[in-house]
């Protein structure tokens, strides 16, 4: 089993930037690929961005540039920078791991970020 903590949600004012940071802990080895999903209340989740064991990085398409996915193997951390927030982007962020590359089998419990205008 593998446990996924988020944090570093929050709000924050359009055009600023936020770094959610997830840990992971429990059956670390087992895992192969780790990434962020986000949901708004009444949607579906969808994809942020991922990060493999080979370090192969994909984000969604309308996000990338601003979002930066990336990992500190040591701390058994993954970070997700968010920069020029829209308030789009206002949802639910999820960590998410999974043991082979394309697929998740365990999430974090979420953490909120609220984008204001």
């Known amino acids: 089993q593998v446990q996924l903590v988020e944090s570093g949600g929050g709000l924050v004012q359009a055009g600023g930037s936020l770094r959610l940071s997830c840990v992971a802990s429990g059956s670390i080895f087992m895992i192969k690929r780790m990434g962020w999903d986000r949901q708004v209340p009444g949607k579906q989740r969808e994809f942020v961005a991922s990060?493999?064991?080979?370090?192969?990085?994909s984000y969604a398409k309308t996000l990338e540039g601003r979002f930066t996915i990336s990992r500190d193997d040591a701390k058994n951390t993954l970070y997700l920078q968010m920069n020029s927030l829209k308030p789009e982007d206002t949802a639910v962020y999820y960590c998410a791991a999974g043991q082979t590359t394309i697929q998740d089998d365990y999430w974090g419990q979420g953490t909120q970020v609220t984008v204001s205008s």
């Open positions: 990060i493999t064991s080979g370090n192969s990085i």
